[in-house]
């Protein structure tokens, strides 16, 4: 017999590589079903416009075309995580450029693009506002008239074009301000990111005899899609079933809905299963982006670098419809207070509708906003009263058992070990002092980063089979981050068996059980809590059976690695799962299934100690990161070049590092990228560079040659085998990290995103007024 090896803490490749590696993964444009139609869509040419009138006549004499929608089709059935504004396809109105306002169903996809285009649609074009400011402006276009009669499910405070108006506050900043020796403020600004997946939104529908709709897609929740089409179509939920393929990337973009109602009502109206796969320039269109946002930060502390007072507002921009936009606004409030401790602080975010494209949910998740302010602000009190920005943090952090902030306390101090670990690793004084070579210059900077695991519902299903092998069902979609290996090895880990005994049932509304969704960095924690608790489970019904098979007390029993039960003290006295699981089947019991479903229980923002207004979320779990970023300056150019990062992550226990090291190393490159040249550009309403021939994102050339991934691992008392999430903060150090080395190598410091060769070319020439 082979020795056990523990699945938690190994280095396994993934469970599908051979899969995608042989090109055998079938992501949802791979699939075909009998009969099935292609379906394309028309976009609209206005941002803000009535629609009078459709005329299809066109388009649907051409040959092979077999139906075509409009939002005469459509109900006013409205979908939405928190606010429901948003029509299966544009009904009434347009409110961006790119929506789409009708689709043709066809034999093949090039005439259903070519047939979509004849569709003729008549505007009334109105007035448009594209920014925050132009939507506040007295008498601006109200881009949702009927906003106060949408289901408003937080009860929040929506007015004219505003969306979201929270505050999280604590202690009494105002009078603050004079206990301060020192004070900086200032206003930062962020763009607009692109999510930039492999694959593009897709969707495939079917409607069956029983006029059931099934619907494979790329998404992140196959249980949020199924809500927003019940709630856009009209339909039980109990009619609607979905299904998830392999996805190639969603980073947020794909948590909410995409394309799926249009191949639905397709194929409800042709009777055909309809599949539709945008193009990436209509998914750059039409999809969701990262919110742009501006920040208005004050920053005071005494002059022993002790932090006492923080201001902040932030006002972002949610585009044409609500998505994940009040819960976006709501973090990043929340996160704008950064990982210190700060006694006194005024926090207000602000989300408002304007007529772009809409801002939804982007890894990050707010975070990456906030902390472009912040963690500069904490470099230039450093630099005012001549500390070192890492003993200003190190002295600022969260200590164990005392509040952090809003009630928080943490049992331990693990930004204080993260900041440690990179002084160690990046030789942190050595490169201080550190000059570049003729006509560069060299800088290293810092940043630290808050964020959450624990949030909303998930559940798991464990059936033990006939031969003793298992059946794992958690309802998590992998978007592919490798989500579906961790899960198997942590129920592995549980069962005492080898991963290659425990299968991964792909995610089926109609057999999994519920989770709420692949985001907030709550996978590992969440769905990883509820596999060990239907673990527990299905161990104690083998107990109970081995101990009727073995004529002894359920006490005197014991799991056994490698897929055993055994009488305690007795080491050879054992039986196999199978031998007990066929026993249930056949003789006793019946078939041995654990489940376990939960609601995240553990500390939340405490409104007892804190104004807390309008805050959507009920979250905790806190972890923290820390980034160290070296840059080189190109002085004729303005070109900034990553040299090398460390990125240290407090994340509980590594359930597969291997897995944690692609999360950190693929969220800092993405958080490069974000950085220092990916922005989305408007020409007026329209998208002005929808192609990666325009949108660039960091290739290899554009990465660092080093990027050190530094694990703690410091087990959470509440975690799956103390584990804690990974997956967004990698992203959110980079930026302020680079923008506060580039400070320390040049004197420049830059509060406006990307961080192109060209502001900081401009930002060189014009020092030392630049600020």
């Known amino acids: ?245 392999k996805v190639g990337g969603a980073f947020g973009g794909k948590i909410e809905i995409t394309v799926q109602p249009i191949a639905a009502m397709l194929a409800i109206k042709t009777g055909k299963p309809v599949r539709i796969a945008l193009t990436r320039e209509q998914d750059m269109e039409t999809m969701r982006v990262r919110h742009p946002a501006r920040i208005r930060m004050k920053t005071g502390a005494k002059k022993d670098g002790t932090l006492v007072a923080r201001e902040v507002d932030i006002l972002m921009d949610v585009g044409a419809y609500a998505d994940d936009s009040p819960g976006v606004v709501g973090v990043s409030t929340v996160f704008s207070r950064g990982t210190y401790r700060i006694p006194h602080a005024r926090c207000r975010g602000k989300g408002v509708y304007t007529n772009k494209l809409r801002s939804g949910a982007f890894r990050g998740f707010g975070g990456p906003q906030a902390a472009w302010a912040g963690e500069q602000q904490i470099d230039e009190i450093a630099a005012k009263i001549g500390m070192d920005p890492l003993e200003l943090r190190l002295k600022n952090a969260p200590e164990p058992g005392r509040e952090w902030m809003c009630g928080i306390e943490l049992e331990r101090s693990d930004l204080k070990e993260c900041l440690e670990k990179v002084r160690a690793a990046s030789d942190w004084k050595r490169r201080r002092n550190e000059k570049g070579r003729p006509g560069f210059r060299r800088g290293i900077g810092l940043a630290c980063i808050p964020h959450i695991s624990g949030v909303l519902s998930s559940s798991a299903i464990i059936r033990i089979l006939e031969d003793g092998s298992a059946v794992l069902s958690t309802g998590a979609v992998d978007n592919g981050q490798g989500s579906d290996t961790v899960l198997v090895q942590m129920a592995a880990e549980s069962l005492g068996l080898p991963v290659d005994r425990i299968t991964f049932a792909q995610p089926d509304t109609d057999a999994s059980p519920y989770n709420w969704g692949t985001s907030a960095s709550r996978v590992t924690y969440m769905v990883g809590r509820a596999i060990v608790g239907a673990a527990e489970e299905a161990v104690k019904k083998l107990i109970k059976y081995a101990s009727q098979m073995m004529e002894c007390a359920e006490v005197d029993l014991e799991l056994r690695l490698g897929g055993f039960i055994g009488l305690k003290g007795v080491p050879d006295k054992v039986l196999p799962f199978a031998a007990i699981s066929g026993y249930a089947h056949w003789a006793a019991g019946g078939p041995i299934i654990g489940t376990h479903a939960l609601h995240y229980d553990g500390p939340v923002l405490d409104p007892t100690k804190a104004v807390i207004k309008h805050f959507p979320f009920r979250f905790g779990v806190w972890t923290f990161g820390v980034h160290a970023v070296e840059i080189e300056i190109d002085e004729a150019t303005g070109r900034i070049t990553p040299l090398a990062v460390w990125a240290a992550h407090d994340l509980g226990r590594a359930i597969n590092p291997m897995a944690v090291e692609g999360q950190i190393e693929g969220g800092v490159v993405q958080g490069i990228g974000y950085a220092l040249f990916e922005e989305m550009v408007w020409d007026g309403g329209k998208v002005a560079n929808p192609s990666f021939m325009d949108y660039k994102i960091p290739g290899t050339m554009d990465s660092p040659m080093e990027i050190h991934s530094i694990l703690v691992e410091n087990p959470d008392g509440s975690g799956p085998f103390g584990a804690k999430g990974i997956g967004e903060p990698p992203i959110v150090g980079p930026a302020p990290a680079i923008a506060n080395a580039l400070f320390h190598a040049t004197g420049v410091r830059l509060t406006k995103l990307p961080m192109t060769p060209e502001r900081v070319l401009r930002a060189l020439n014009e020092a030392p007024r630049a600020h």
């Not at 523990?6 to 042989?22: C, N, Q, Y």
């Not at 941002?47 to 409009?70: E, K």
């Not at 396809?89 to 689709?103: L, Q």
């Open 1 to 245: 017999m082979n020795p056990y090896i523990h699945p938690v803490g190994a280095r396994l490749p993934r469970l599908e590589t051979r899969e995608k590696i042989t090109g055998r993964a079938e992501y949802t444009d791979d699939l075909v079903r009998p009969g099935m139609l292609h379906a394309a869509i028309l976009q609209s040419p206005h941002a803000h416009a009535r629609i009078i009138s459709y005329d299809t006549t066109r388009a649907l004499a051409v040959p092979g075309v077999i139906g075509v929608i409009t939002g005469d089709d459509a109900g006013w059935g409205r979908s939405g995580p928190f606010v429901k504004d948003e029509t299966a396809i544009a009904k009434g109105k347009v409110r961006y450029v790119g929506e789409p306002v009708a689709a043709v169903a066809a034999l093949d996809v090039d005439t259903a693009r070519q047939a979509a285009q004849l569709i003729d649609v008549v505007y009334e074009e109105l007035p448009a506002v594209f920014s925050p400011d132009e939507a506040l402006a007295p008498n601006a276009p109200i881009i949702h008239e009927e906003l106060a009669t949408y289901v408003n499910v937080l009860g929040l405070p929506v007015r004219g074009n505003v969306l979201q108006d929270c505050e999280i506050s604590q202690g009494n900043v105002d009078s603050a301000w004079g206990e301060c020796d020192v004070i900086v403020e200032g206003e930062f600004e962020t763009q607009a990111q692109y999510h930039a997946y492999m694959e593009p939104c897709a969707a495939l529908a079917e409607v069956d005899a029983n006029g059931k709709l099934t619907v494979w897609s790329s998404n992140q929740s196959i249980f949020r899609d199924q809500s927003n089409l019940s709630e856009s179509l009209g339909l039980p939920m109990s009619k609607i079933r979905c299904l998830s393929p």
